[in-house]
């Protein structure tokens, strides 16, 4: 037909108006409420953070497994009142069946370990890097969803499995340039709260709930703690106690209080032993006020926060060796830690320690005459044969466009597929750091 492109588009192929439906109502391009996209300079952040949590896992010779993001509710369904089982992002599916977004990791990893029984040879040390949920109001506009760095010992007993656990996330700190004058751990151990609790003949089913009482002493006033804990059947007297103990921030003044008999203080002197022989002492600090979030910590307990104290923990974990019977599994000894990908990001961005990762790209390739399309495209199969990475130009563009595009991708060199070289079997190179240029024989790339 003789109409001009701009009319041929307007009417489209086929040339009638009907054919064109109206514009979509536009949806809303942003990701659901509490999540994130990751465009290509976020992603690359992420993955360079992900890597050190992947090269720190296996220096510590642990293997990585994964699980759904889908669990069964019933994983997650504790009754100590932990905020983690207030923000359950659950549903039911299609097949009636009550599902859940984790929110976090170690009960699937729990569940594996019971499914995979007698079949496993202890000690398993095993990591993970995971999306985990929470569906949270929006009235606080926090994020609902987070990737979460965990590594678990399971098999061990001895404290020496925790001492570990500090060791590799000391490591990770090192290696991203976070020293122990930014960040430090608190540590404590439960076994402190169950001596008391017992000494007051509290029966032991309310230990977890009064775990998560205990864990709320920074965030909500101390009359609101001791009202829980009132209603959580403990005296006066045990409150009182309890308070007391829990304000103890030296290994010395815990055996003055509890003795040197209980296994509390035993552990706890082993840990800070060891932490000398593993060079973090300076990273670590008793501090009987840490009990964790989690209903099912049983031992030792730990967190990584920031010495300046603006943000939010860091990190987090400990003993849990009586996760798996709540499942209806055997027992075995278990600690791990969860590690998210946020706070430290604002901590990294806090002591300007965010990494330069911008893209790279070995070569970039293009053609001047646009009958050299297709000896542009051997040529880049030619580089990427040799394991180079290229960014093949895929139309007729100019130089000025090649130039800027070589650029912002940060390309190393910039390969012309030119009629008077190709004639020769040639193509000209140009260095884009030294912006040294030459022909060369396409078999002779490297
Ligand atoms: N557990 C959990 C899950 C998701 C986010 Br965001 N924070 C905590």
Redesign the pocket.
């Known amino acids: 037909s003789s109409s001009s492109s701009s009319e041929n588009a307007r009417f489209g192929r086929s040339g009638s108006l009907s054919s064109i439906p109206p514009p979509a109502q536009k949806i809303d391009v942003n990701p659901p409420k509490?999540t994130r996209d990751f465009p290509p300079e976020e992603m690359r952040l992420r993955n360079w953070l992900f890597h050190n949590f992947r090269e720190v896992s296996q220096m510590f010779a642990f293997e990585e497994v994964d699980f759904p993001v889908l669990e069964s509710e019933a994983l997650f369904i504790r009754k100590a009142g932990e905020e983690?089982r207030d923000?359950l992002y659950c549903f039911e599916d299609r097949g009636n069946r009550r599902v859940a977004l984790r929110?976090?990791l170690t009960p699937s990893l729990a569940r594996l370990v019971i499914q995979k029984g007698k079949s496993l040879s202890l000690p398993l040390k095993w990591f993970a890097v995971g999306q985990?949920?929470?569906y949270e109001r929006m009235t606080r506009g926090?994020?609902?969803?987070?990737y979460q760095w965990n590594m678990d010992i399971i098999g061990v007993p001895d404290v020496t499995a925790e001492a570990e656990l500090i060791s590799s996330i000391v490591t990770f700190f090192k290696r991203i340039g976070i020293t122990a004058v930014d960040v430090g751990f608190k540590v404590s151990s439960r076994k402190v709260l169950q001596e008391v609790l017992r000494y007051y003949s509290i029966p032991n089913n309310l230990f977890g709930k009064v775990c998560i009482i205990i864990d709320k002493m920074e965030k909500i006033p101390i009359d609101e703690v001791k009202k829980e804990l009132r209603s959580a059947e403990l005296s006066d007297e045990a409150i009182e106690e309890l308070l007391q103990v829990l304000s103890i921030k030296s290994l010395t003044k815990l055996e003055e209080k509890l003795g040197a008999a209980g296994e509390a203080v035993a552990d706890l002197k082993q840990l800070f032993s060891l932490a000398e022989k593993f060079g973090y002492s300076e990273w670590i600090q008793f501090d009987a006020s840490v009990v964790r979030g989690l209903a099912y910590y049983t031992g030792i307990v730990f967190e990584g926060f920031d010495r300046e104290g603006k943000l939010r923990a860091i990190c987090g974990g400990g003993r849990y060796d009586q996760l798996l019977s709540t499942f209806g599994g055997e027992d075995i000894p278990a600690c791990g830690f969860g590690f998210?990908d946020?706070v430290i990001v604002e901590l990294l961005k806090e002591k300007g320690l965010i990494p330069e990762v911008g893209p790279q790209v070995e070569n970039i390739v293009c053609y001047l005459d646009p009958d050299l399309q297709g000896a542009a495209v051997s040529v880049a199969t030619i580089l990427r044969g040799k394991g180079q990475s290229v960014d093949l130009v895929l139309e007729n563009k100019s130089l000025k466009w090649v130039f800027k595009r070589a650029a912002r991708i940060n390309a190393c060199r910039l390969i012309l597929v030119g009629s008077s070289e190709w004639q020769k079997g040639e193509v000209r190179v140009k260095n884009l750091s030294t912006g040294e240029q030459y022909e060369i024989k396409v078999d002779k790339l490297e």
Not at 142 to 146: F, G, T, V
């Open positions: 509490g983690i923000q929110p976090e985990c949920w929470r926090r994020r609902r969803e987070h998210g946020a």
